[in-house]
């Protein structure tokens, strides 16, 4: 079955500042790469969350539930994640794919159809 979505590049931030004065983003850093389906980037923040917390992207947990996370952006560029108005992470699109299963692996594939990974 083959599902279509995007890939989106995630960077992690080095932040300065503190809850009384707001936040910059001094730096930010390349992480793994995530693919998300395009049913669940048309659903709501919260469906989203929970799907990046099954890959392994974020950890939710009893105090940080998927309902507290504000998104911002948009899927065709970059989202942003925020925590009680503290920037987190982003998710910076680098393209289309279509995730398929053959014989029991699992790969990605633009959409001409070449081969990108196996996931």
Not at 26 to 44: A, C, H, M
């Amino acid at each position: 079955m083959a599902e279509q979505g995007k890939i989106f590049q995630v960077w992690t931030y080095d932040l300065w500042g503190n809850d009384e004065d707001g936040y910059t983003v001094n730096d930010r850093f390349k992480n793994e790469q995530v693919f998300i389906p395009n049913t669940v980037l048309d659903g709501s923040n919260v469906d989203l969350c929970k799907y990046l917390a099954e890959q392994g992207t974020i950890v939710l947990t009893d105090t940080l539930k998927a309902e507290d996370i504000d998104i911002n952006g948009e899927s065709d560029f970059t989202l942003y994640f925020e925590y009680e108005g503290k920037p987190d992470f982003e998710l910076e699109k680098i393209g289309d794919a279509v995730r398929k299963e053959e014989h029991g692996v699992i790969s990605l594939y633009d959409l001409e159809g070449n081969h990108l990974n196996d996931l």
